[in-house]
């Protein structure tokens, strides 16, 4: 009995802490009109109209125009309406508490990993996944860390009952940990802390040479025995898969680009990409876009000035590289729900409100390879929100509505059951 009064006392709590029950499919068609319509492509539409059904965007124009609208109508005078935003290279739903190692599922044993694939550990019931709804951030590319080569990410959105159907786009690309340039020394053990040449920074590359050539050998024979690893490149030899490189530094940058294409890897997206704009020429001559971190962090050089994490975006922008936002680090998981304010620090430094929301619309979609997101066009799927304010300023994100596929969902979640609570505490008093 008293095992019986456990577990339903486990699956009482279990209930009421339970993500939000995803949307059902779109039966219904909107219209949402009178709102600042921000495309993604750079473009606006004041006072626009869009409308969509069938999780399908059907029409984006004037609501000036004379036209039949679709189903139930939306007011959205005086508010805005954008894409839904995507975040690139983040573990989001790998991990749900950082200090319960349990709960942690990004990152395996070994350092050659590409048939490694994060999506079958993707979390879709994640408290942490719900509460980047109420922000605007409603897909995702779901990445794995660690070793040299952590395996293959997959981009999902955020309303979905398991990972089948939150996928958008199944092992879009592999990733890759470039070797350190420099090491730290370990103060620990009397060593000198400064920054110096990684003396194993060659026999690195070397190794990571060595797999590529066996990959080579092993896929042009007749493949026995069975090698994962090895099979798990041909996508990223034949073109049909990216090859995101985690690396940062002038030399480390150069050095992952020209040795990517020695060994025959077809399309290179750099990711973290601090001091990027120091080789703008190199990526733009071999067509490499790049996915920066997070504005909010220190240079990294001593002597760099102090906003330059805050203006790179600008500079590659202004250069022709194809740049796009993603988050790693610390509390990457958490902090992805900020991620259209860390766009919106780019925006106050140089690149502006609409380049910058590029950066996790368009831009992102066309990194990873979505071409059905990302923008407010004809023929996309349906997934936007309504803001009653400019989404990529934390004092005005505020959320009335957002659809995915069409699909009305809620942007309820325990952060804003608990702000409400507290808000009324102190309205009563």
Request: positive net charge.
């Amino acid at each position: 009995m008293k095992h019986i009064y456990n577990i339903l006392c486990f699956l009482f709590i279990g209930n009421i802490i339970a993500q939000q029950t995803p949307a059902p499919k779109q039966t219904e068609a909107y219209s949402i009109e009178g709102a600042t319509a921000h495309l993604g492509n750079g473009e606006v539409i004041e006072n626009s109209l869009i409308m969509f059904s069938d999780g399908k965007i059907k029409f984006v124009g004037s609501a000036n125009m004379r036209i039949a609208r679709m189903g139930t109508v939306i007011n959205a005078k005086g508010k805005h309406i954008y894409p839904g935003f995507i975040a690139a290279n983040t573990s989001l739903g790998l991990a749900e508490i950082d200090a319960v190692r349990a709960t942690r599922d990004f990152d395996e044993v070994g350092s050659m990993l590409p048939h490694i694939r994060s999506i079958i550990a993707y979390n879709a019931e994640s408290k942490v996944v719900e509460t980047m709804r109420p922000n605007g951030v409603l897909m995702a590319q779901i990445t794995p860390r660690g070793g040299v080569i952590s395996g293959t990410s997959s981009v999902v959105q955020l309303d979905a009952w398991n990972w089948e159907d939150a996928t958008i786009k199944t092992d879009d690309g592999v990733h890759m940990n470039w070797p350190q340039v420099f090491s730290r020394g370990r103060w620990w053990m009397g060593e000198d802390p400064g920054l110096k040449p990684n003396k194993n920074y060659q026999k690195s590359i070397d190794k990571l040479k060595e797999f590529f050539a066996n990959a080579k050998s092993y896929l042009a024979g007749n493949k026995t025995p069975k090698n994962l690893p090895y099979e798990a490149l041909q996508g990223v030899l034949n073109g049909t898969q990216r090859m995101f490189v985690h690396v940062s530094g002038e030399k480390g940058i150069t050095d992952a680009v020209n040795i990517c294409k020695e060994l025959g890897v077809k399309n290179i997206v750099i990711v973290r990409g601090q001091e990027a704009e120091k080789v703008a020429d190199l990526l733009k001559a071999n067509n490499v876009p790049v996915i920066l971190e997070r504005a909010h962090r220190l240079p990294n050089g001593e002597d760099a000035d102090y906003d330059r994490p805050f203006r790179a975006a600008k500079i590659l922008t202004d250069a022709g590289i194809l740049v796009g936002l993603g988050m790693e680090g610390d509390m990457e998981r958490m902090s992805t729900r900020n991620l259209p304010f860390y766009a919106g620090t780019y925006a106050a430094y140089g690149l502006g409100k609409e380049k910058a929301l590029q950066l996790i619309t368009q831009n992102n979609a066309k990194i990873l390879g979505v071409d059905n997101v990302g923008t407010l066009e004809v023929g996309k799927d349906a997934t936007l929100f309504i803001s009653e304010g400019d989404a990529l300023d934390m004092r005005t994100n505020i959320l009335t509505a957002a659809f995915i596929q069409g699909r009305k969902i809620s942007l309820e979640s325990h952060q804003t059951k608990l702000w409400k609570r507290y808000a009324n505490k102190y309205k009563k008093q």
